[in-house]
């Protein structure tokens, strides 16, 4: 089945610095991938949606400024957080449109981000 | 907003049948009804999808009322490891980037030993 590789799957980092999540589709091209938070004990909340040669479109109340979404070739879109802050911390999720069935998603294994 | 609604959570002794019921009362004609399923600290996983008729695959079965208001996924024998979140989902088949999809909170199932 279609694959999504999300790196990495853990991450710790220092209040301030910027952390860059890559997702990458292994057996497909994926023109369109979004990219979701969760907390604790929470649904999935939608950031933003990603499409290959073109700017991401973000959710309402998602600041473009501080997650930074490219998605400069069909098999990569990467998410990157800006200044991080505690309040940051948070599971990301990637997850893309699988074009030859009817699947419908695929999601990333998704990546623990944790800002000290 | 999601246009489903769900139990919170559910209990299920291990080897029965698990029932999770799911309401969308709102779907429209051409709009499919997806399960997925996130095993804590995971990416979401995919089960079933199906538009009116009742549908199986080796994961599970998915049963739609003839209204389409409302739907049941049967996991047959359920095992601790189907312990999750389970995720009902009204969309459009979803092959454009305009089908964005918006989880609702999910029904959290306990396998219980």
């Known amino acids: 089945g279609a694959v999504v590789s999300q790196h990495p799957s853990r991450v710790i980092c220092k209040s301030g610095t910027s952390v860059k999540i890559e997702c990458r589709s292994l057996d497909f091209q994926a023109t369109t991938m979004f990219w979701y938070r969760q907390f604790p004990k929470q649904s999935l909340m939608l950031m933003a949606t990603?499409?290959?040669?073109?700017?991401?479109?973000?959710e309402q109340g998602v600041e473009k400024d501080k997650f930074l979404i490219n998605h400069a070739s069909l098999t990569l879109s990467t998410l990157t957080v800006t200044s991080a802050h505690p309040e940051d911390s948070s599971f990301y999720i990637c997850?893309?449109?699988?074009?030859?069935?009817?699947?419908?998603?695929?999601f990333g294994s998704g990546t623990r981000l944790t800002v000290v | 907003d999601a246009k489903t609604t769900q139990p919170p959570s559910m209990d299920c002794a291990e080897g029965r049948a698990a029932n999770l019921p799911c309401n969308h009362s709102t779907i429209s004609g051409n709009e499919y009804v997806y399960w997925y399923r996130q095993i804590h600290s995971q990416g979401p996983q995919y089960i079933i999808h199906?538009?009116?008729n009742n549908e199986t695959n080796e994961m599970a079965s998915l049963i739609i009322t003839e209204d389409r208001k409302s739907s049941t996924l049967i996991l047959p024998h359920a095992t601790l490891r189907d312990t999750a979140v389970y995720y009902c989902i009204v969309r459009g088949l979803m092959k454009t980037s305009y089908d964005k999809v918006i989880f609702g909170p999910g029904t959290s199932l306990s396998v219980i030993p």
């Open positions: 997850s893309a449109i699988v074009p030859r069935d009817s699947y419908g998603y695929t």
């Open positions: 199906g538009l009116k």
């Open positions: 990603s499409n290959e040669g073109s700017k991401a479109t973000y």
